[in-house]
């Protein structure tokens, strides 16, 4: 019996691969690495103890998912696997439809030829929009998403609710994450973006090791108490114990369920900062430009439902957030390419 993890070699998966492994459950990832590297994977079997069985394919591949599902007896799958950049998915729609769509199509196609029941999915609390409402809760409407990433995201919502509904006795489970940041305390696994990030706390931290210049806040006039965007940041490990509680609670409730995964608390920019600043002792070079097109003033959750009925509440604060990012960037200073 093994949990197949999609796209386990990344940000979010490899944090939650390690909580896996630790609580002694069999891991198979399927990851094409086009964004991480087979390092992450190594180094969650060093901090563990435990092996892990990875495949180096695509997720759109359907021979190679039979493969996997021939050789596994696959109870749960977890779906990380996806392109994640709002920017580039504006500048690459098809690319982004393709592997975000069709690859959650094929997998559930080959998901259900296999016979497996249980499936956790990676969404995003961008599947709400611009919403009037704030917390945003499951209730709250979705649509209006602004870019091909997000607009993927709820399209994979709707599919998942269809293919939920014609088969009864299929567990699905959408976790709609606010802004992960963090890494393992170890300092051995965490974020590592191609580029320059597009995400303010990578952004943080390598202007705070000298990588980069200048934090570009953008925009400094939003209707918020210092002017700055507003986000429910939320720690890695507190979004992979997350899915270790979606998948306890698998047997429990409907055939389609969403949860919001945040902390319930908004900080603005200039608060992210300043507790950085604070985490850290040093002080980050900024200043404030013009407004990111697609960028909302404010968002943070209401994740009640989470805790009433997967019995899961995020327990770090933004301090530990802050310590664990530095202590990543600073013992990995060009990732995992060292
Ligand atoms: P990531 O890029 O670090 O991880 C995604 C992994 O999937 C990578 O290892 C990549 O190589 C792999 N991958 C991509 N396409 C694949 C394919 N076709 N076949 C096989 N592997 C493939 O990203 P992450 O931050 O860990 O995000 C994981 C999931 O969570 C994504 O679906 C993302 O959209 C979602 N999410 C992320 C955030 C965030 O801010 N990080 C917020 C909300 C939702
Ligand atoms: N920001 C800056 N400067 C930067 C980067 C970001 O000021 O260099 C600001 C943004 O304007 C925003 C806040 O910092 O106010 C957070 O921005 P991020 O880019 O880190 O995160 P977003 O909230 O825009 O989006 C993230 C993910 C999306 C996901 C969404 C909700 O990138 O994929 O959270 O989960 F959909």
Redo the contacts with the bound molecule.
Sequence with gaps: MAILVTGGAGYIGSHTVLALLERGDDVVVIDNLSNSSRESLSRVEALTGKTLTLYVEDVLNRDALKTIFEQHKITDIIHFAGL?S?GESVQKPIEYYENNVNGSLILLDEMLSAGVKNFIFSS???VYGNSEIIPLHEGCKVGGTTNP??TSKLMIEQILSDVALANPELRITCLR???PVGAHPSGKIGEDPNGVP????P?ITQVAIGKLTC?????GDYPTKDG??V?DYIHVMDLASGHLAALDHKDKGASFKKFNLGTGVGYS?LDLIAAFENASGISVNYKIVER?PG?IAE?WSDSSLAAQELGWKATRKLDEMMRDSWNWQQKNPNGYLE
Excluded: H, Q
Aim: charged share 15%; aromatic share 18%; proline share 0%.
């Design positions: 994640k709002v995003s609390a961008t990433y997000g994450y606010f802004n597009c995400n303010l706390l952004y934090l570009s806040i953008y925009g700055t965007g986000r920019v990111r960028d968002c």
